[in-house]
């Protein structure tokens, strides 16, 4: 299971920190992204670590502003967004997959594994 914490209301410019817990696996052999919905929009990948030390995935969108890391000793895996703008609000979900040990465009849209979604809202 996936468990997506630390969402809340930011004014722009400001950071948030968001925590994916992963429990009955090891999530260093599992790939992590998070995506985010906002209304009347598709689903967007935002991030991705590939698993066991592979490489990280940040679409133009947030790239700069958003970083991936892993806490081994918890099972987590955080997503630090800084310069927060009122379009980066949405709900943001974690996902994890065994089978993807790359992070690009396109394996972004094999995850299998979801978490329920937590809502990050940018605004003054």
Do not use: H
């Amino acid at each position: 299971q996936l468990q997506a914490s630390g969402g809340g209301l930011v004014q722009p410019g400001g950071s948030l920190r968001l925590s994916c817990a992963a429990s009955g696996f090891t999530s260093d052999y599992y790939s992590i992204a998070w995506f985010r919905q906002a209304p009347g929009k598709e689903r967007e990948g935002v991030s991705c670590i590939a698993s066991r030390g592979g490489n990280t995935y940040y679409p133009d969108s947030v790239k700069g502003r958003f970083s991936m890391t892993r806490d081994y000793a918890s099972n987590t895996v955080y997503l630090e967004m800084s310069s927060l703008r009122p379009e980066d609000t949405a709900v943001y979900y974690c996902a994890a997959d065994e089978r993807i040990v790359a992070c690009t465009d396109a394996t972004m849209n094999f995850f299998e594994i979801w978490g329920r979604g937590t809502q990050v809202t940018v605004s003054s």
